[in-house]
């Protein structure tokens, strides 16, 4: 059996299933992260970033984000 692997990126596809909000919800809340965090346009944010920026455990929401 093939072991599941992790995504380290988060995208606003999973900030979604997280939160239950919409995609443009999710697209702004990825460009307030970033800006928070002084990152330029073409980086990634991390699933840790955001974990940390919204006050969630990683653990709570690992399974959410799998490939």
Do not use: W
């Amino acid at each position: 059996m093939k072991p599941r692997t992790t995504r380290i990126c988060i995208y606003p596809k999973d900030i979604q299933l997280i939160t239950g909000k919409s995609e443009r919800y999710s697209r702004d809340l990825i460009l307030k992260i970033k800006s928070s965090l002084n990152k330029a346009e073409h980086q990634f944010l991390t699933v840790q970033e955001f974990c940390t920026f919204m006050g969630i455990p990683y653990e709570s929401i690992r399974e959410l984000i799998v490939n």
